[in-house]
């Protein structure tokens, strides 16, 4: 198999196991399949699918033809210099190799689709009713920075998912410290909030009428004054000013 199909093939994997899988990730495990209803899970899908698949498959075939460790969550860089020469290595050696590197999220995905789900209505009109939709995708699935980091400083529109080393299911004697991506801790220290993807709230509107239930308090903006203002001097009345 060709080399840059099993990246692709590895990729898909990780999309399926996170969203398009009967029980995946977000939608089954998260719950976020029943909380938004199957008509909304549908159009949640879509919209990912449309501006995040073909991103999130090419971060596992990079550009420079060479995968690696981005180091730890913290900055640290990855102490095993974990890396694959796509442009060397034979179809063997990368199958081997690729399962050694996850796709690793900044905030636990666990933690998005709870403050997610926190956020909605109690019957959500949407998969996005009253939060930056674009926002949520972005923390599931953004592999490379965001558009709006042009003008935002705000560090959550940077990347969300980086090429982290870590454990290979089925190998005994492997230690969770001994990755960058630490798969038995979830990343509880990169909190998020409602307040961080729910649109603020309109004011509402200030109503003239409100106070005391006195007829004579209220004001009707309908209502046309006919009367005469009576002048009281003898000096003529100030002319108006233009």
């Known amino acids: 198999m060709h080399i840059k199909t099993l990246c692709w093939h590895r990729a898909s994997k990780r999309w399926s196991a996170l969203l398009t899988q009967y029980k995946s990730r977000i939608g089954f495990k998260c719950g976020m399949r029943k909380r938004l209803g199957e008509?909304?899970?549908?159009?949640?899908?879509?919209?990912?699918?449309?501006e995040?698949?073909?991103?999130?498959?090419?971060?596992?075939?990079p550009a420079s033809g060479v995968l690696c460790c981005n180091g730890k969550l913290d900055g640290t860089p990855c102490p095993q210099h974990v890396q694959?020469?796509?442009m060397r290595v034979t179809s063997t050696q990368c199958g081997q190799q690729l399962p050694m590197l996850h796709m690793d999220h900044t905030h636990d995905v666990n933690l998005i689709c709870d403050v997610w789900?926190?956020?909605?209505?109690?019957k959500p009109g949407s998969w996005d009713d009253g939060i930056c939709g674009p926002l949520i995708a972005h923390l599931l699935f953004g592999t490379e920075d965001h558009l709006l980091t042009q003008c935002s400083p705000r560090p959550i529109w940077r990347q969300q998912l980086v090429v982290r080393c870590g454990n290979v299911n089925g190998v005994a004697g492997q230690h969770a410290e001994d990755?960058?991506?630490?798969?038995?801790?979830?990343?509880f220290g990169h909190t998020l909030q409602v307040s961080d993807i729910k649109w603020p709230e309109v004011p509402k509107p200030i109503d003239l009428n409100e106070g005391p239930e006195n007829p004579?308090?209220?004001?009707?903006?309908?209502?046309?004054?006919?009367?005469?203002?009576?002048?009281?001097?003898?000096e003529p009345p100030p002319l108006p000013l233009v």
Do not use: G
């Open 39 to 50: 008509a909304h899970w549908a159009a949640f899908v879509r919209h990912v699918t449309a």
């Open 52 to 61: 995040h698949k073909a991103k999130f498959v090419r971060a596992l075939t």
């Open 84 to 86: 694959i020469n796509l």
């Open 117 to 122: 789900s926190r956020a909605l209505p109690k």
């Open 179 to 187: 990755f960058c991506h630490d798969v038995a801790k979830a990343h």
């Open 216 to 234: 004579e308090n209220k004001l009707d903006l309908n209502e046309e004054d006919d009367s005469e203002t009576e002048w009281d001097s003898d």
